[in-house]
């Protein structure tokens, strides 16, 4: 009884473990979970149970039954789909697979519209559309490449056909050219034995020049190093004696640029000084130039240079008659003494 009992449970324990194995391989859920949606297809294409069922390329269920319709005009697939996969009422639902090859699986293409209605549910049945399997595609395009492939061979043949005939017909003309061919090459072959040593002497001098090239290019390479550290070293001297000229002279170049700035503040001021005198000058020249001063009118008046003149004249006249008669103007001048 005890032998019975572990016998029956080792039956049960493989046929739990064949059932999850199998719905593993088919890679559906193990707990169940989903729901099943029936598509209606005109030509299954060699769909069978247990086939994958992919939206947009991602395995979301799998077939769970083949059968034809009562009239044998459809073919109804049942899938399985996982729990929590909501797939588009417009979805569109084909095969794709070889047939030929016993991989047929079911595609579904989701609508290019946002808003495609309420997703499917259990019981629902969806129109599918019958998508053509890639042999018979092929089948279709062969006719046309065997018949542009014997078209093809056709021609090649023609071709072939007519170069034997040129060739037979001109078979002296194709004999002297190849015999002509055959005289240039001796001769060419003869002409290269002879000038063998020159070509010889030709390639060794090359090759020397090619070395006397690159023994110079590695001297001025050479040159080119020793000028660039020899520059280096005295621009790095120069500097050193530029830097040091500095520092020793720091303070008789702070005390001339001290007295250089403090010129400059006097030139500064007398620059001032100029513009002021400046101003005033031509303040002094605009009165100068004008008719309504002074000045102005003693430059510019005629009369009174022509005052003057009368003027110098009547005191050159007193003067002359003082010296005349100086009693006349000695009385003049007592009476004002008395006043």
Not at 14 to 34: E, N, S
Not at 131 to 144: C, I, N, R, V, Y
Not at 274 to 297: C, M, P, Q
Request: charged residues 20%; proline residues 3%; aromatic residues 6%.
């Amino acid at each position: 009884m005890r032998n019975e009992l572990k016998v029956g449970l080792a039956v049960l324990f493989a046929a739990v473990v064949l059932y999850f194995g199998v719905r593993f391989l088919q890679d559906q859920p193990l707990f169940g979970g989903g729901y099943r949606v029936v598509a209606v297809f005109d030509d299954a294409q060699g769909l069978s149970e247990g086939a994958f069922v992919r939206l947009n390329g991602v395995t979301v269920g799998n077939v769970s039954e083949v059968e034809l319709s009562p009239d044998a005009r459809e073919v109804y697939v049942t899938m399985d789909i996982r729990g929590g996969i909501e797939i588009p009422r417009g979805v569109s639902i084909g095969t794709s697979g070889l047939s030929a090859l016993g991989e047929v699986n079911v595609e579904l293409t989701p609508p290019p519209g946002a808003d495609a209605g309420r997703p499917l549910v259990a019981g629902d049945t969806v129109r599918a559309i019958t998508t053509p399997d890639l042999f018979d595609l092929l089948a279709g395009e062969s006719t046309g490449i065997t018949a542009r492939a014997d078209s093809a061979l056709v021609r090649a043949l023609s071709v072939f056909t007519s170069l034997d005939q040129t060739l037979a017909n001109s078979g002296d003309d194709v004999t002297a050219v190849l015999a002509q061919l055959r005289f240039l090459t001796t001769a060419a072959t003869q002409t290269l034995l002879e000038e063998r040593e020159r070509i010889s002497g030709t390639l060794g001098a090359l090759e020397r020049a090619a070395l006397s090239a690159e023994s110079l290019t590695n001297d001025y390479a050479l040159l080119g190093r020793e000028l660039s550290v020899d520059l280096t070293e005295d621009l790095r001297a120069t500097t050193r004696d530029i830097r040091q000229t500095v520092a020793t002279n720091s303070d008789s170049l702070e005390a001339t640029v001290t007295q250089l700035n403090t010129t400059l503040r006097n030139v500064d001021r007398t620059l001032a000084d100029l513009s002021t005198v400046s101003g005033e000058l031509d303040t002094t020249l605009a009165l100068v130039n004008s008719d309504s001063s002074s000045l102005g009118l003693l430059l510019r008046d005629p009369s009174l240079y022509y005052n003057a003149n009368a003027a110098a004249a009547s005191l050159q006249q007193l003067m002359q008659d003082i010296q005349r008669d100086p009693g006349r103007y000695a009385k003049e001048l007592e009476l004002v003494d008395i006043f």
